[in-house]
């Protein structure tokens, strides 16, 4: 179990750094002009990029195999995770014709829906009522990815059977997906207050607001190289107005920061989410999503550990586990 959490936190740092260097620091230093001097630093910073990102695609697909083998009695879901896995390998090698990048983005929608579908139906807690706070938890990151995959699959979908295009209502799915981003942000930290009965010390909000304050301050001088930046980083078009996004950044670094020691399986899941960003463009990207999903994904309560042989790594209670027992 320890081995396992250890996993778990290596891959949320390493996909954390690889996407503030790979996807954030090194593209912005596109802009900047280069001296001799800076121009090693940032071939140096690169190569670390490159290698924390080779990092993050191997231990993302072991997680995303290890979870497809423990949960080997849902059987639709295990085959569907290593279906997905094959193929991201294969993608390696061969350029996906239509079908088959159609395939592909099919099998990750029903993976989503099926960890949902688990939550939903599967999980009851004590008195036979439903853990709302655990399945919000889950339901809006989840809503986000399906929404983020669905935009990606409609081109396709309509490539594959030769209808005109562009999809219809592709911009407005688009936006709703951006909109669960940041409702899953506001869900995340009202149920980590919800759990510990408080809010988080002044020391955690703190700290949490340096991110928050580099944001705001990269929006007032330059709003449009920052939502340039942001797209490239984040996949966030920042169509609502920027102190919507200043706010969520704060709040999630204070999840992050409260949940870090007491429930580390939903800081792990935050920043797996986080640094996987909104509609994955890359396997590993898609990888750690599904895997931040999984970790959210409520336990049940009415059945011992060890009877329930589908159920995720027990990495720290969930949120709804603890207040089922107040």
Not at 179 to 187: A, E, N, Q, T
Not at 281 to 299: D, E, H, R, V
Request: glycine share 8%; aromatic share 14%; charged share 10%.
């Amino acid at each position: 179990m320890g081995k396992q959490q250890l996993f778990f936190k290596w891959l949320a740092l390493s996909a954390v750094a690889e996407w503030l260097i790979m996807r954030t620091a090194t593209r912005a230093a596109i802009h900047i002009p280069k001296s001799p001097t800076f121009i090693t630093i940032y071939q140096g910073l690169n190569t670390v990029g490159q290698v924390t990102a080779a990092f993050v695609a191997l231990l993302s697909l072991g997680l995303l195999l290890t979870i497809a083998w423990h949960d080997r009695r849902q059987i639709w879901l295990s085959l569907i995770l290593g279906g997905l896995a094959m193929l991201g390998i294969l993608f390696l090698i061969i350029v996906p014709p239509t079908w088959l990048a159609f395939g592909y983005q099919l099998l990750a929608v029903m993976a989503v829906l099926l960890i949902c579908s688990r939550a939903f139906w599967g999980q009851d807690v004590a008195g036979g009522r439903r853990g709302w706070q655990g399945v919000a938890v889950l339901l809006f990151p989840a809503l986000a990815l399906f929404t983020g995959l669905l935009v990606q699959l409609l081109p396709n979908l309509y490539k594959l059977f030769g209808w005109p295009g562009p999809p219809l209502l592709t911009i407005a799915l688009f936006n709703l997906g951006e909109l669960f981003v940041i409702v899953s942000v506001g869900v995340w930290w009202w149920v980590s207050h919800l759990l510990y009965g408080r809010f988080a010390s002044w020391q955690i909000w703190l700290f949490a607001a340096i991110p928050m304050v580099f944001f705001a301050i990269s929006f007032w001088r330059d709003a449009a190289m920052t939502g340039i930046l942001t797209i490239w980083s984040t996949g966030l078009t920042l169509y609502l107005p920027w102190p919507v996004y200043a706010l969520a950044l704060w709040l999630a670094g204070v999840t992050i920061l409260a949940t870090w020691k007491q429930t580390p399986a939903v800081a792990y899941a935050i920043l797996l989410l986080i640094s996987a960003g909104y509609a994955p463009q890359l396997s590993s990207q898609l990888f750690c999503a599904i895997i931040g999903i999984w970790l959210l994904m409520p336990a049940p309560v009415h059945q011992p550990v060890k009877d329930y042989v589908a159920q995720p790594v027990r990495l720290a209670p969930r949120p709804h586990e603890i207040l089922a027992k107040q």
